[in-house]
């Protein structure tokens, strides 16, 4: 399957969403909204649920399954207070011991002129700051698309899942194709190079885990299942872990990535 | 040749649609002529006045040394990690070509230079972005030479400043490149954590990626007059919104209005203002 193949896999309207697993895999689910300083953005949902009768925070990116939800949650783009929402309700979980579950699902930040009135560049780097000393344990994975610092935002993590076919980029290939040849239609030659699939971020150290997907993505209770089957493996044991030692290992996470010489 | 002289400033006026009047006949790099206001003036008055342009005060950029040379205190800065520099980890197209090119230009390995230095008698790490390195963007190198600065400033218990300029993560290395956005956001609340200042300067530009991690994270935020400053591109957006922008959009001074940045303090002003931020910070040890 080549890169490409996924980016279309994951684009397609059958591809289940947030919405698909909330119900499938927490119980009693209560949305939480606003940012307390501006408003609430649809783009991104959070709110508190029981996983496997544990107290957790849910928050992702808010992909519609038709046009209607789409235009209603921007296309999963995020303004400045959707982050900030974010960020709020991880400090709230944070403050009851809640570990909190991310699902990253977006083509990047939202690049309107309100967004830039109110800071996109401040909201993303806030979640990035505060993140790496949030003291509970934060599990991130990735369902479909991660678009570059729209998707980080939510990508501060003790341990980064991809699903087998998501991707996640730095750029978008076709942005990326634009820049290197002037020719956003050599989008597909961009995807292979610039490694972004499940193996390659595994291979660069940037994801811990590739969670498998059943034989189609569109059996969004096969793709819970396979969510379930990492989460009831991980959850338990970052919660045993000393906050000291999870903040110092998310730190050395992050810390070592990167290759250059000297 | 007067061609020469004024090539680049020709090429901006012709696509602006305005026509250049200047028949004088001088040696090449002799004059200056302000992008902004046309004025003309000579080259050594216009570097002696930190490229700030005399007539508009339009801020041209400084390269990484101009502005090391401009802020330090004579004599005192020290270099860090000065022999850390990128490779092309995911074997991007022309990336090596392009980096053995732009350090032959430019005299430097990264896009950023990091050291210690005193501004005013203050000790403190400094960063310096310098645009000509592929716009400043921030790579693996980048990213890490950035992260030492902050936990060399933590382990010194001194406190830093970052003058920021860039376009944002560098592509060409993928998303080793974006990871390097939480890697000095993460640096940066460290140092915070310890109860250090961080001050930042928005230097003209300072987009993307970068705006998104360490540079909007100091303590108090300074910036230059007419820096563009933002997170998406301007083409990017009006891609989005299907409108052509205001002129003044992502200037410095738009940040100012929205609440983003603490003043905006002019090139001749910046050393001392600094240096005052860097002693009210000293423990009262001055009185």
Same mark, same amino acid.
């Given at each position: 399957m080549t890169t490409w193949d996924r980016i279309e896999l994951i684009r397609s309207k059958n591809r289940p969403t947030i919405r698909d697993y909330i119900p499938l895999l927490f119980d009693g689910f209560v949305e939480l909204h606003g940012d307390r300083l501006y408003g609430?953005?649809?783009?991104?949902?959070? *709110?508190?649920?029981?996983?496997?009768?544990?107290?957790?925070?849910?928050?992702? @990116?808010?992909? !519609?399954?038709?046009?209607?939800?789409?235009?209603?949650?921007?296309? $999963?783009?995020?303004?400045?207070?959707?982050?900030?929402?974010?960020?709020?309700?991880?400090?709230?979980?944070?403050?009851?011991?809640?570990?909190?579950?991310?699902?990253?699902?977006?083509?990047?930040?939202?690049?309107?002129?309100?967004?830039?009135?109110?800071?996109?560049?401040?909201?993303? $780097?806030?979640?990035?700051?505060?993140?790496?000393?949030?003291?509970?344990?934060?599990?991130?994975?990735?369902?479909?698309?991660?678009?570059?610092?729209?998707?980080?935002?939510?990508?501060?993590?003790?341990q980064l899942a991809m699903m087998e076919n998501a991707v996640y980029s730095v750029i978008s290939p076709r942005g990326c194709a634009s820049i290197l040849w002037k020719d956003p239609s050599r989008e597909k030659e961009a995807a292979e190079m610039l490694r972004i699939t499940a193996q390659d971020l595994?291979?660069?150290?940037?994801?811990?885990?590739?969670?498998?997907?059943?034989?189609?993505?569109?059996?969004? $209770? !096969?793709?819970?299942?396979?969510?379930?089957?990492?989460?009831?493996?991980?959850?338990?044991?970052?919660?045993?872990i000393p906050i000291d030692k999870l903040l110092q290992n998310r730190y050395d996470k992050f810390r070592k990535i990167g290759q250059f010489l000297e | 040749m007067l061609q020469d002289l004024f090539g680049k400033v020709k090429k901006r006026a012709a696509v602006e649609g305005k026509k250049k009047t200047s028949d004088m006949d001088v040696p090449q790099n002799l004059l200056f002529q302000c992008p902004k206001c046309r004025a003309v003036m000579l080259m050594d008055e216009f570097e002696e006045n930190g490229k700030v342009c005399r007539k508009c005060g339009h801020h041209a950029r400084l390269?990484?040394?101009?502005?090391?040379?401009?802020?330090?205190?004579?004599?005192?800065?020290r270099e860090l990690d000065g022999s850390l520099m990128a490779c092309d980890p995911i074997g991007f197209e022309d990336y090596p070509r392009k980096l053995e090119n732009t350090r032959r230009a430019t005299g430097l390995l990264d896009?950023?230079?990091? !050291?210690?230095?005193?501004?005013?008698?203050?000790?403190?790490?400094?960063?310096?972005?310098?645009?000509?390195?592929?716009?400043?963007?921030?790579?693996?190198?980048?990213?890490?030479?950035?992260?030492?600065?902050?936990?060399?400033?933590?382990?010194?218990?001194?406190?830093?400043?970052?003058?920021?300029?860039?376009?944002?993560?560098?592509? @060409?290395?993928?998303?080793?490149?974006?990871?390097?956005?939480?890697?000095?956001?993460?640096?940066?609340?460290?140092?915070?954590?310890? !109860?250090?200042?961080?001050?930042?300067?928005?230097?003209?530009?300072?987009t993307g990626g970068v705006t998104a991690s360490f540079a909007s994270?100091?303590?108090?935020?300074?910036?230059?007059?007419?820096?563009?400053?933002?997170?998406? *591109?301007?083409?990017?957006?009006?891609?989005?919104?299907? @409108?052509?922008?205001?002129?003044?959009? @992502?200037?410095a001074e738009f940040l100012r209005s929205h609440g983003f940045v603490d003043e905006i303090v002019s090139r001749g002003e910046l050393r001392h203002a600094l240096g005052h931020l860097l002693a009210l910070h000293r423990g009262g040890e001055r009185r």
């Open positions: 609430d953005d649809p783009a991104i949902l959070g *709110g508190i649920a029981r996983y496997r009768g544990t107290p957790v925070t849910v928050i992702g @990116q808010v992909k !519609g399954r038709n046009l209607e939800e789409n235009k209603r949650a921007n296309f $999963a783009m995020p303004h400045p207070e959707g982050y900030r929402k974010a960020l709020r309700l991880m400090r709230q979980a944070e403050k009851f011991r809640r570990p909190v579950i991310l699902f990253i699902d977006t083509p990047g930040a939202f690049c309107d002129m309100e967004s830039e009135e109110r800071g996109q560049g401040e909201a993303i $780097a806030r979640c990035l700051y505060e993140m790496m000393t949030l003291k509970t344990p934060i599990l991130s994975i990735v369902l479909g698309e991660g678009g570059s610092g729209g998707a980080l935002a939510l990508g501060v993590c003790d595994l291979e660069l150290g940037i994801a811990e885990t590739i969670i498998p997907e059943p034989e189609t993505h569109a059996d969004p $209770a !096969g793709m819970a299942r396979a969510i379930d089957d990492y989460l009831s493996q991980t959850i338990s044991n970052y919660l045993k | 390269t990484a040394w101009e502005r090391v040379r401009l802020t330090a205190d004579p004599g005192s800065f896009a950023v230079v990091t !050291g210690i230095c005193s501004i005013q008698g203050s000790p403190c790490v400094i960063g310096v972005m310098d645009s000509r390195f592929m716009m400043a963007s921030m790579g693996s190198a980048a990213g890490e030479r950035i992260t030492r600065a902050f936990e060399t400033a933590l382990e010194k218990g001194l406190p830093i400043v970052f003058f920021t300029a860039s376009g944002g993560a560098r592509m @060409q290395e993928g998303m080793l490149s974006l990871m390097q956005m939480a890697k000095t956001a993460g640096a940066a609340k460290r140092h915070s954590d310890a !109860g250090l200042l961080y001050v930042t300067v928005l230097t003209d530009p300072t994270l100091g303590d108090i935020i300074l910036a230059e007059p007419g820096a563009l400053i933002g997170f998406a *591109g301007r083409r990017v957006i009006e891609g989005t919104i299907k @409108q052509k922008l205001p002129e003044d959009f @992502q200037s």
